[in-house]
Antibody, heavy 119, light 110 residues
Framework: QVQLVDSGGGVVQPGGSLRLSCAASGFIFSTYGMHWVRQAPGKGLEWVAYIRNDGSDKWYADSVKGRFSISRDNSKSTLYLQVNSLRVEDTAVYYC????????????WGQGSLVTVSS | QSALTQPASVSGSPGQSITISCTGTNSDVGSYNLVSWYQQHPGKAPKLIIYEVTKRPSGVSNRFSGSKSDNTASLTISGLQAEDESDYYCCSFATTDIWVFGGGTKLAVL
């Protein structure tokens, strides 16, 4: 069965960095585009970034462009999100999500990894 | 890119039908048949219930249905059940290669 396991979250000071990871299993990882979606405490969902199955295209929300970087290692079936220059407003649960058959929907989600930006 | 507009809350009684609207613009909902809907219970990851406006993933109840007219998409839940009480989010692919979510709707089953 498809499984996505998010990790790497934690507490970081403003301006700091983290690398989030998402370990995938149960499907051919190299076949699918992948996303990061975040949710601030008590708030709604916000799409963050997308990477094509082969890593050839990467798209970002304006709110994170230039600070966050999405990448993947298909040999390890792992998705990454490097988050730099963190701001208080980046505090959120970060979910990785699998693209659904190139329909631009998110059919499987990780359990989420909490990033708290606080001084 | 602004968020899609959803009502903050809706409610219904068991057995009834409810509809949640999702209003965007001609840069997102109106331009693509790429609207999806997600159900999220408290403390849990979202679950895909509708994709490409009207399609249901395998295993999702046929009580959930989707539609779209111009810049507004809609999710209808028929035969409401207590387990449907949850938060619901719409999402659309948009021009400039991004995805935009709605603000979410809290469904209460009274």
């Amino acid at each position: 069965q498809v499984q996505l396991v998010d990790s790497g979250g934690g507490v970081v000071q403003p301006g700091g960095s983290l690398r989030l990871s998402c370990a995938a299993s149960g499907f051919i990882f190299s076949t699918y585009g992948m996303h990061w979606v975040r949710q601030a405490p008590g708030k709604g969902l916000e799409w963050v970034a997308y990477i094509r199955n082969d890593g050839s295209d990467k798209w970002y929300a304006d709110s994170v462009k230039g600070r966050f970087s999405i990448s993947r290692d298909n040999s390890k079936s792992t998705l990454y999100l490097q988050v730099n220059s963190l701001r208080v407003e980046d505090t959120a649960v970060y979910y990785c999500a699998k693209d659904h058959l190139d329909t631009w929907a998110f059919d499987y989600w990780g359990q989420g990894s909490l990033v708290t930006v606080s001084s | 890119q602004s968020a899609l507009t959803q009502p903050a809350s809706v409610s219904g009684s068991p057995g009834q039908s409810i509809t949640i609207s999702c209003t965007g613009t001609n840069s997102d909902v109106g331009s693509y048949n790429l609207v999806s809907w997600y159900q999220q219970h408290p403390g849990k990851a979202p679950k895909l219930i509708i994709y490409e406006v009207t399609k249901r993933p395998s295993g999702v109840s046929n009580r959930f249905s989707g539609s779209k007219s111009d810049n507004t998409a809609s999710l209808t839940i028929s035969g409401l059940q207590a387990e449907d009480e949850s938060d619901y989010y719409c999402c659309s692919f948009a021009t400039t290669d991004i995805w935009v979510f709605g603000g979410g709707t809290k469904l209460a089953v009274l």
